[in-house]
């Protein structure tokens, strides 16, 4: 007697829900790596910026001086690698990704001039110079990760300013420049956060950062503020205003600090962010993504050390 054929394997139906549990599992897999590879960027970024602002601390209380940590673009140009005083230079990559960088700056015992208003000369200012500190190279964060920080001399209730994308500020001023201005902590000789210099030269207590430790503008009102670098996008606020990497424009002093994932931020982009109004509403208002997603860094009101 003949024993009935037995047939082993699985039915089409059976393969294909198995290859469906299979995607499934991938596109969860990769969903998941994703969101740790951020979060873990802005782990990294908080870390450092955290340990550069205990470093800035306690330089201010060990040398009795004001210590300011700043947060600019990093984005070569051309410039860099032949004559430092050119100005409106291409990047030497514009494919390249921008970085933001954590620079610790000392105040220098100086103020320098600058003037603002439509001639260029209708208000005399004073700005207190600060100068890197040598020997403390400047940190990085990870690509796509910047610092922004409240902005209360904006009308509105909640603004935040960052560092602006400078290809796009390259490429016909693709983003409002408005919102893009060079922001940092003041440490005092006390360890204490300060949001100005309360012995400095200048009346009302502007500073800056001098990068390149000259004089790089041929103007007539001799200025030594470097500040007239530009992609072209700024107008009369040139002061502010941060529109090329070399930009020397004045330090906004902060109460806090937020860092988010820029790049995630663009993911969402819905609008066309050259307008004022689009940006305000998608990245920088009080109910844009910083606001919603930034991570803050606070400080202690009485010691200025960073809260845990």
Known sequence: MRRPRVQLGFTLLELLAVMGILVLLAVLTVTGVGRISKDARISTAVNR??????????????ENTLVLVVFRVNWGTQASNGDPCAVNQPPTNPAARQATEIVIARASGEAEVFYSGASNATFLNLADRFVPVPGIAPVRLPAGIKVAGPHYEIAEDLVFIT????????DDCGEAVRYSQLVGILFGPDGRRLTRNPSGASGDHKIFV????????????????????SFGCGNGLK????????????????????????????EQKATDWSIDNNMLAELVGSSGYIAKYGQRIDFNPNTGAVQP
């Open 239 to 266: 002061y502010w205003f941060m529109d090329h990497p070399r930009d020397e424009t004045n330090v906004n002093l902060l109460p806090f600090l937020a860092v988010y994932d820029d790049d995630a931020a663009r």
């Open 210 to 229: 001098d990068w390149n430790d000259r004089d790089c503008v041929a103007d007539p009102y001799n200025d030594s503020q470097d500040v007239d670098y």
């Open 163 to 170: 560092q602006g994308e400078m290809k796009e500020l390259f």
């Open 49 to 62: 910026i955290t340990s550069a602002l205990g470093n800035a601390r306690a330089l201010a209380i060990k």
